[in-house]
Nanobody, 123 residues
C-alpha cells in the first residue's frame, strides 16, 4: 500500500492560484497512476484530475479543464496539481489517490488515499 500526503492547501481569493502536492512513500511510485479528488461540504467526493504512471496521459473533470494542471516528478515521488483561476465552487478538501498505472474517475478503484488538504476560495 502507498502512503500519500497532500500539502499546499490554504485560503485564496477568487481568481488566485494554489499548487497542491501529493508526496508518496513507496519505491515503485513510478508504477502508479495518481488521481486527485475533492469533496465539498455536503457533497460527494468527485474526480478532479488524473495522471498515468509515465505522464503520457492526463485527465480532467470538465469543471476544472483549462484551469488546473496535473503533473508529476517520479524522481521525487510527487504529483502536483496546479490550480489557477480559482473559483469559490472549488472550495473543498482535496485528496490524492493511487492505483497501478492508470488513473480512473471512480474512487473505489483506488487502494491508497491521503488524508486531504483544505482549499478555501473566497469571493
Amino acid at each position: 500500500q502507498v502512503q500519500l500526503v497532500e500539502s499546499g492547501g490554504g485560503l485564496v481569493q477568487a481568481g488566485g492560484s494554489l499548487r497542491l502536492s501529493c508526496a508518496a512513500s513507496v519505491r515503485t511510485f513510478g508504477s502508479y497512476g495518481i488521481g486527485w479528488f475533492r469533496q465539498a461540504p455536503g457533497k460527494e467526493r468527485e474526480f478532479v484530475a488524473g495522471i498515468t504512471w509515465d505522464s503520457s496521459r492526463t485527465y480532467y473533470a470538465d469543471s476544472v479543464k483549462g484551469r488546473f494542471t496535473i503533473s508529476r516528478e517520479n524522481a521525487k515521488s510527487t504529483v502536483y496539481l496546479q490550480m489557477n483561476s480559482l473559483k469559490p465552487e472549488d472550495t473543498a478538501v482535496y485528496y490524492c489517490a493511487a492505483r497501478m498505472y492508470q488513473p480512473t474517475i471512480l474512487e473505489h478503484d483506488y487502494g491508497s488515499w491521503g488524508r486531504g488538504t483544505q482549499v478555501t476560495v473566497s469571493s
